[in-house]
């Protein structure tokens, strides 16, 4: 199996970085179509309107409904198409990026990510996560390419609730330990291929970062500033744990994410929540050393992720519920089968228990 190692062309971090949107697209169209949910729009679409009309560039922009679905895909395309747009523009958050690169994919257009949170690593991937209208799991889209260009700009993350740069690290604690399952079980990545050294390396660096800035960025973006912790998180968050998911590649915590979007007491949290606790589970199930559960426990008391399943809003554990979320992660072709032995949904339904039990 080759080695493959995938990110997107051009990836920009740093604070004010929004206002120079309009130079960095008009490398790849003069119709940009972009997409924004209601309250992202009214946060940043007088600075892109404003870069935009500095370089006479006309911009159309939609308001994305939340949900990436595929009928808001296929509505979304035929505006697009309508307006003859040459270059489609994500701005928000996961499911807006997301639709963004489903909407660029079929139209066969090129395609700008700008994420204002960072709240999981889905503005680097060639992957989107497909939901039903309802927010239940559908399905993965994968896509022959990164996108184009990724823009953070750091002091709009930086003012976004703590909650969400918080879920992006419960997204990004994942990513060293799933790389590490595939990499014992030699299954392909994303990618297409075998892990390379550099994408394992991210990964690793991606857990350190969390474990020496997690909660320091959390206390300064608390107070809705930027330091130098923010930006290695913001980097963790986003980068980091993007290009190591995808080229070093998915196992159990994400499949057990989607499983659990089928407990409704869950559909409030958001993704990284999830995956967080997806993590801790993960980790029951390979028989981790306790005291390497015991810090991934720690850090997330630290910075506020769920620990057991009452933190995440489970009154009482209904274990036909839990049986469901089990066989839900071990649905065929979920990534829990590249974990480095044979998962059963037994096994799930019993590693998150005492996944539970040790978080609480």
């Known amino acids: 199996m080759d080695k493959i190692i995938i990110s997107p062309s051009k990836y920009i971090q740093g604070e004010g970085a929004l206002a120079n949107i309009g130079k960095y697209v008009s490398a790849f169209g003069s119709k940009p179509f972009s997409i924004a949910d209601d309250f992202v729009m009214g946060l940043t679409q007088d600075t892109v309107a404003t870069s935009f009309a500095a370089d006479e560039i006309p911009v ?66 060639a992957l989107a996560v497909i939901y039903t209208p309802e927010g239940e799991f559908s399905e993965y889209l994968l896509f022959p390419s990164n996108p184009n260009m990724v823009i953070m700009d750091t002091a709009i993350i930086a003012k976004a609730p703590a909650r969400l740069i918080v879920a992006g690290m419960g997204d990004a604690l994942s990513t060293w330990f ?30 350190e970062t969390l474990l020496a800035d997690g909660l320091k960025a959390k206390a300064a973006v608390e107070n809705g500033v930027s330091t130098q912790a923010v930006e290695n998180i913001i980097e963790a968050n986003t980068y980091l744990s993007g290009i190591g998911f995808e080229s070093s590649g998915l196992a159990g915590a994400h499949a ?57 809003g489970v009154k009482e554990l209904n274990h036909d519920k839990l049986m469901d979320v089990a066989i839900a992660s071990c649905a065929e072709g979920e990534t829990i089968h590249n974990m480095p032995f044979t998962v059963t949904a037994e096994k799930v339904f019993a590693a998150i228990l005492t996944a539970h039990q040790l978080g609480q």
């Open 178 to 207: 799933e790389a590490r399952a595939n990499m014992i079980s030699g299954k392909a990545t994303m990618a297409g291929g075998a892990p390379t050294r550099s994408a394992q390396a991210l990964a690793k660096l991606c857990y």
């Open 256 to 312: 057990i994410h989607n499983g659990l979007t089928k407990l409704e007491e869950c559909h409030h949290l958001l993704h990284g929540e999830k995956v967080a606790f997806g993590t801790l589970v993960q980790l029951v199930l390979e028989n981790a050393d306790y005291e390497e559960i015991q810090t991934v426990i720690g850090f997330c008391r630290s910075v506020g992720l769920p620990t057991n399943l009452h933190d995440m």
């Open 60 to 125: 159309t922009f939609e308001r994305f409904n939340g949900e990436c679905s595929r009928p808001e895909i296929e509505r979304l395309i035929t505006l697009a198409q309508g307006v003859n747009a040459d270059v489609i523009i994500g701005i928000g958050g996961g499911k807006t990026l997301d639709t963004a690169k489903a909407i660029a994919f079929y139209t066969k257009l090129p395609v700008v990510i700008v994420p204002t949170i960072a709240s999981t690593d889905a503005p680097t991937s």
